[in-house]
């Protein structure tokens, strides 16, 4: 599990690179405009609709499976594999039919704010947007088939060809016509789609016509997905209200949440979703066999790691928030304004990166012993303070109260998390954690310290941008030298394994 983490990791950091790029490439090109705006809005509706379906599809999918092959063979579970994608094609072509007649309803719920040409043109993107559900749909199923498979490599890598198409239609759109924007959105899942074909089919994945929605095991698999969807409903829900709100307080308002966010959730992705990514085949086989004890562990492990990485993360973001926004975004048509609006946005972000760390590992030993109303009910919580949040820290703050609102409602649900997972499975350790947790935090104060320090020096003969990047490398190195030192469970066994592997202090 820890080397499929590792792995994983590596290859997302490459793949979000290539997101970081895109988001460089529209922030060069477009800055915090209107147009940029739109075309955020198109991006996220259809998007933000079927990831509801789509999340509940590869939390369902994985168990469902493992199930079946386990019961009646790998030909029983290929057969409800093609089922469940001829079921996601057809509820794909009812999304686009209804969503194309309610087009304009849609982006209205989704940005209040716009009127006139802009909600026009904001209508026209997103019907163009939404043919992308067909293959998201079948992305979902693809990766969940993957990892059973072991195969971590291809879905880790998806981001690099999806990015690709994104950025060639972004400056194609400002040199021919900028309807390729929406156009490149479709031609990007596309990518995604045709990239993990090839995968699928030297697994011997046997497609068939089957479709029978009655089926007992798709029956099932929507039993244990629909408060998954609901779940995940109100998650999105606290996004466009989000988004909904910047839209009405000032133009460029959503671009700046979303660059602010796309460095936030860069953490997540490569961190946060690496471990989960590659804990949930095996904590759905230590659920299926009632291995708590393994299980417990495992979730400790995980937290452990997850803080290792994201804490420092935190640490470095809040003390390096507007150099990191000027470096990634402060050129071209981003201007100085855009930079402080969204450096602040990010800071109230990375307040809560702990939480939501905590939230995506967590959610997913819940779906393993096959609970998914507790994080649906957490959810729910999570949507009304965040909404009740937003209303009032974005009267006194604008735009960044709207992050900080996101930030306090994820730690409050990560606390209601741990306190009901503890209550259904036993204790697992969370003194241990704590006490992991709190000498981690030394260890990354101490680290920003050094790296501010840093930076402030280099800063007086050296460009800020260099001096960021060589701040960010010393602060690296002094934190894994001093939590060396700090005796911490997970950094012990892993020091222990390279000093193996290297032939160091071994018998």
Do not use: W
């Amino acid at each position: 599990m820890k080397k499929n983490a590792l792995i994983i990791m590596v290859l997302t950091v490459l793949s979000k690179v290539f997101g970081l790029a895109r988001d460089m490439v529209l922030s060069y090109y477009y800055g915090t405009s209107s147009i940029s705006d739109v075309y955020l809005i198109a991006l996220t509706i259809p998007m933000v609709i079927f990831a509801i379906v789509g999340t509940a599809i590869s939390i369902g999918f994985i168990p469902m499976y493992t199930n079946i092959v386990k019961i009646s063979g790998e030909a029983k579970a290929d057969k409800f594999t093609s089922n469940l994608i001829n079921s996601v094609i057809l509820l794909s072509t009812l999304v686009i039919i209804i969503s194309y007649g309610f087009a304009k309803e849609i982006v209205s719920i989704f940005a209040f704010g716009f009127t006139g040409e802009i909600l026009s043109l904001a209508i026209f993107y997103t019907r163009i947007a939404f043919l992308s559900v067909y293959f998201t749909g079948l992305v979902y199923i693809f990766i969940g088939y993957l990892q059973i498979k072991e195969n971590y490599v291809i879905p880790a890598l998806i981001g690099i060809p999806m990015n690709i198409v994104f950025i060639i239609s972004i400056v194609l759109s400002v040199k021919v016509n900028s309807i390729l924007l929406p156009v490149g959105i479709v031609l990007a899942y596309l990518a995604q789609f045709l990239f993990l074909l090839p995968s699928v089919k030297i697994n011997k994945f046997s497609y068939s016509l089957s479709l029978d929605v009655k089926n007992e095991n798709i029956v099932r698999m929507v039993k244990l997905a629909v408060p998954v969807m609901i779940g995940v409903s109100v998650n999105q829900l606290s996004t466009l209200v989000d988004r909904t709100l910047a839209s009405s307080i000032s133009v460029g308002g959503i671009s700046a949440l979303n660059y602010a966010n796309r460095v936030n959730v860069l953490v997540q992705g490569v961190i946060v979703a690496s471990i989960a990514t590659a804990i949930f085949p095996c904590i759905s086989d230590m659920a299926l066999e009632k291995n708590y004890t393994r299980l417990k562990k495992t979730i400790r492990t995980s937290i452990l790691a997850a803080n290792i990485l994201i804490v420092p993360a935190t640490i470095g973001t809040l003390i390096f928030a507007e150099p990191i926004v000027t470096l990634l975004y402060g050129r071209g048509a981003f201007d100085q304004e855009a930079i402080k609006l969204t450096s602040i946005s990010l800071i109230c972000y990375s307040i809560g990166m702990v939480a939501f760390g905590l939230r995506e590992i967590l959610s997913r030993f819940f779906f393993a012993i096959e609970d998914t109303k507790t994080p649906m009910i957490n959810s729910s919580i999570g949507m009304i303070i965040n909404i009740i949040l937003n209303v009032i820290l974005s009267h006194f703050i604008g735009i960044p109260g709207l992050a900080l609102a996101t930030s306090i409602s994820g730690m409050i649900i990560a606390l209601f998390m741990i306190k009901t997972l503890k209550d259904k499975i036993g204790s697992f350790g969370i003194k241990q954690i704590s006490i992991s947790f709190m000498k981690i935090l030394f260890a990354s104060f101490g680290m920003g310290g050094l790296a501010k320090l840093s930076f402030n020096c280099l800063g007086t003969f050296l460009s800020q941008n260099f001096s960021l990047l060589m701040a960010i490398g010393i602060g690296a190195m002094s934190y894994f030298v001093i939590i060396y030192f700090m005796r911490i469970e997970e950094v012990d066994i892993f020091s222990v394994s390279i000093k193996k592997k290297l032939g160091i202090g071994g018998n």
